[in-house]
């Protein structure tokens, strides 16, 4: 089927949200201990959405995302130990240690970053697009929301803006039922978000967005359409946060039963399950453990790396003799 990852990519997908998984377990574990600089916003069973609707991006394709982007960073080809490094303040981070776990970015890989701001990232991708377009560059910009960010005024007129202009976006719609803590119910008129997206004249498509393959196929398709020149699509990928809105969510607004009926649908399981007949028990283990592995190394690193070192500008200090 067009645009359906090789077993290849899967297990590369697979492996990349194990990754992000340890990670996540991981920063919980810290914070717990009072290690984190302040709250973490895990994605725990959304690393589908992240990392295979960024699988298929090039280089140069630029992506946006949310407060809760680690998928995407790892997805679009951050290595762990520097995302990691940033999360705690580190010199050796990404952003030199000065952005934290919401701001992540890479101009290198093509990572925007993420966004404090909800719906923030929208207009940018959006404003990436316009300047892909005017340059006559044949990238793609996209842009990784959530159904709380797609309530906002700038995601309308962003799309509205889009549509008018058919520029190279594609926007990903990260359902996974609650903004902050409050149910999409109550949020939206409608139950599915991408109706929307036929009133500004682009297509869009509703998937499983803990299918990793489903995932995929829809944004590839979508990506290749913008490539081509034939203007914006939206992807409103159903999925669920298993853990609370950030680690100091005292919780109890979530239905036990809803969590454990989308754990059995937790993307990791979906897609070993897929993969076990392809590559088989012990290819499967050992990508498991390099994972692990990987991640273990990536947390001990960091966390022995530097804090930056920060320097007053004698020149434009009001206080000192030279100013």
Known sequence: MKNTPSTEDHLEIYRKMLLVRHLEEGLGALHKEGRTRGPIHRCDGQEAVGVAATAMLETEDKVATTHRGHAVYIGK??????????????????CGGRAGHMLI????????????IVGAGIPAATGMALSM????????????????????????????????????????????????????????????????????????????????????????GMVDRARRGEGPGMIECKTY?????????????????????????????????????????????????????????????ALSDPMPQFAIDEACNPYSEAY
């Open 77 to 94: 080809g951050m290595a762990m130990r520097p995302v990691i490094a940033e999360i705690f303040g580190r010199q050796t981070g990404a």
């Open 105 to 116: 970015a890479d101009a290198s890989k093509g990572v925007v970053g993420g966004n404090a």
């Open 133 to 220: 377009q005017i340059m006559g560059r044949k990238n793609v910009a996209m842009c990784i929301f959530g159904d709380g960010a797609a309530q906002t005024g700038i995601c309308h007129e962003a799309m509205n803006m889009a549509a008018l202009w058919k520029l190279p976006v594609v926007f990903v719609l990260e359902h996974n039922q609650f903004g902050l803590t409050v149910h999409s119910d109550v949020q939206s008129s409608v139950k599915d978000i991408s109706v929307r997206a036929a009133g500004y004249g682009m297509p869009s498509k509703i998937v499983d967005g803990n299918d990793a393959i489903a995932v995929y196929r829809a944004v590839s």
């Open 241 to 301: 946060r298993l853990e609370g809105f950030s680690t100091s969510d005292m919780g109890g607004y979530q239905a036990p039963e809803d969590i454990a009926a989308w754990k059995e649908r937790d993307p990791l399981t979906v897609s070993r399950q897929a993969l076990l007949a392809q590559v088989g028990e012990a290819k499967l283990a050992e990508t498991e453990a390099q994972a692990k592995a990987e991640v273990d190394a990536a947390f001990e690193a």
